[in-house]
């Protein structure tokens, strides 16, 4: 009788001991399924993000005060448009993926792609040294919180 008892509790504490070892691992691909999603999520954001500054810096370097040609700027501006399409969406994911800081970082850079994509509107529309200077003014501040942004999903990427 001794023995079976001995077995059963034998038994028991192998079987509690798998399911811990089987819950750690679980756990640990979780948390790095959700790193990995976050990761590619960000990179996606700042890959967008870096090309709406490129593409907007380039504009940037040949305004004059007399303006670049309208239809060149219209050109810049159906791409600028389609670049803030995306991302928008990419900062929806990270809206959804986290964590609120990063969140918080992406939707302001998002909102800021909406003024630049108003700045360069007005620009298309009058080409006039005013409205250069305020394109100007709005794609500094941007160019400042993308860095923002990269550095506060750095942070979170190496705080989990």
């Excluded at 960000?42 to 309208?70: C, K, M, R, T, W």
């Amino acid at each position: 009788m001794a023995g079976c008892l001995a077995s059963w509790l034998t038994s028991r504490g192998n079987a509690h001991a798998a399911r811990i070892q089987v819950d750690t691992v679980t756990s640990a691909q979780r948390r790095e399924a959700v790193r990995d999603t976050r990761r590619a999520a960000y990179l996606s954001f700042i890959e967008q993000a870096q090309a709406v500054s490129d593409e907007l810096s380039a504009v940037e370097i040949h305004l004059n005060p007399s303006g670049i040609p309208s239809e060149e700027l219209a050109l810049v501006l159906n791409a600028h448009l389609d670049r803030h399409r995306q991302l928008r969406q990419a900062a929806f994911v990270i809206d959804l993926e986290g964590p609120s800081k990063v969140a918080v970082a992406a939707t302001e850079l998002r909102v800021m792609a909406g003024r630049l994509s108003t700045a360069l509107t007005a620009l298309t529309e009058t080409a006039s040294k005013e409205n250069g200077d305020e394109f100007g003014e709005i794609l500094h501040a941007y160019v400042r919180l993308f860095g923002r942004f990269a550095g506060a999903a750095a942070a979170a990427l190496e705080r989990e």
